[in-house]
């Protein structure tokens, strides 16, 4: 069934070349989805037939957000834990046990349950590809649960067994680090593309951080990391060296963490959500993207650090605290999220790109900055259905 989306006052493409600047926007166009794919762009009122038409009546139309950065599979929350750091504790890793003994007494029916749920509260926020992480099991059976029911709902899936030590291991987290590096990374690498490693004190350090990233490698995946969140720290450097996708996090950078990153194919994937949800200073997004580093926001969605699923929530705080520009951060929320993901098929819309589209209640892009807060996404397609109307 083919859709034709027609009277978009400001189509949002990320193709540079067909519409104006680096968002490539084309004004007074249409937009042909056909079998999961778009099909045509081009003026409004020229566009082929097609089995049904929407009328976007002047509204901006962009690609579906990719949220290139998100825990989903896990049990419980931490409400608590938030009103506490609201009150000047600070965060702390730890805080992930809690989660992972909640998440290792669900069922798969409750975790699967939580997943859907927050997957489609994503959706209808105007998120169309979702990456997540396991990370909340920590046991051969519980990351393999993970990595297996993510793959259920998720576009990309990332095994995270090294996101701390779990007790049992307290006294032994080089015990820890060859199981996960063994016997649990044999159980998840079939259901995943991506290896991930929290580099940061508390977690792994940067032996242990080669240590899985090497057996990860070999295993089939590719890197990507949580790097330099909480301090200074290896985490930067060991993605560009391993030629990670993406860098995670990036709130505390040297000047030779930023030249790393501009020189090479490692993007860096800004989560304003866990600054604004931790207290901690936001990372400097003007400084990576002036020195030509490839920026990507993502939410990380997860019941500890940052418990948002809105990708306009993001855009929002990067502008406004960040200083990215309006331009900058939904080109980072789309494109830049593919980027980090390595995928050439989502974050635009030209000819041949998945049909993954959002239409906003408002004239223009600039609004999800503009009106934070406020729910502009009202209709949705992914891969061309229709999953908010
Ligand atoms: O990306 N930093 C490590 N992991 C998550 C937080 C997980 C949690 O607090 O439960 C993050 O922020
Ligand atoms: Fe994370």
Not at 86 to 95: L, N, V
Not at 244 to 267: I, N, P
Not at 351 to 367: E, Q
Request: with cysteine; glycine share 10%.
């Amino acid at each position: 069934m083919s859709t034709l989306i027609d009277d978009i006052g400001e189509l949002v493409t990320n193709e540079p070349e067909l519409g104006d600047g680096p968002l490539g926007i084309v004004r007074d166009a249409a937009l042909v989805l056909d079998e999961g794919k778009v099909a045509w762009v081009g003026p409004a009122g020229r566009a082929p037939a097609a089995d049904e038409v929407y009328d976007a009546a002047g509204r901006a139309v962009l690609p579906g957000f990719v949220d290139s950065h998100a825990h989903l599979v896990f049990a419980g929350e931490r409400a608590e834990e938030f009103a506490a750091r609201m009150s000047g504790r600070p965060y702390s890793a730890g805080g992930i046990r809690t989660t992972v003994a909640r998440t290792r007494a669900a069922t798969d029916d409750e975790l699967r349950a939580n997943l859907r749920r927050l997957v489609d509260e994503m959706a209808r926020q105007g998120t169309t590809t979702v990456e997540c992480k396991s990370g909340y099991g920590l046991t051969v059976a519980d990351e393999a649960r993970a990595v297996r029911l993510a793959a259920e709902v998720a576009d990309e899936v990332t095994f995270l067994g090294a996101h701390v030590v779990p007790p049992e291991y307290a006294d032994d987290s080089g015990g820890y680090v060859r199981l996960v590096s063994s016997e649990m990374l044999a159980a998840c690498a079939p259901h995943a593309r991506w290896i991930d490693v929290f580099c940061e004190r508390g977690a792994f350090d940067e032996e242990q951080t080669r240590t899985v990233l090497e057996a990860g490698v070999k295993a089939g995946l590719t890197p990507r990391l949580h790097a330099n969140q909480l301090g200074y720290g290896p985490g930067v450097a060991l993605a560009v060296e391993y030629g990670a996708a993406s860098a995670d996090h990036c709130t505390f950078l040297t000047d030779e963490d930023v030249a790393a990153l501009a020189g090479s194919g490692t993007v860096a994937t800004l989560l304003p959500g866990v600054e604004f949800s931790t207290r901690q200073p936001y990372p400097d997004a003007r400084r990576l993207v002036d020195a030509g580093v490839t920026v990507a926001l993502a939410t990380d969605c997860n019941p500890g650090s940052c418990y948002t699923s809105s990708m306009p929530f993001c855009i929002a705080v990067a502008v406004r605290d960040m200083r990215m520009t309006p331009e900058e951060a939904v080109w980072s929320a789309t494109a830049g999220g593919a980027r980090a993901l390595r995928r050439t098929d989502v974050g635009r819309l030209g000819v041949g790109a998945r049909a993954d589209v959002l239409v906003l209640d408002a004239p223009s892009y600039l609004h999800l900055a503009y009106r934070p807060g406020v729910p502009q996404v009202t209709d949705v397609w992914k891969t061309g259905v229709r999953v908010r109307s």
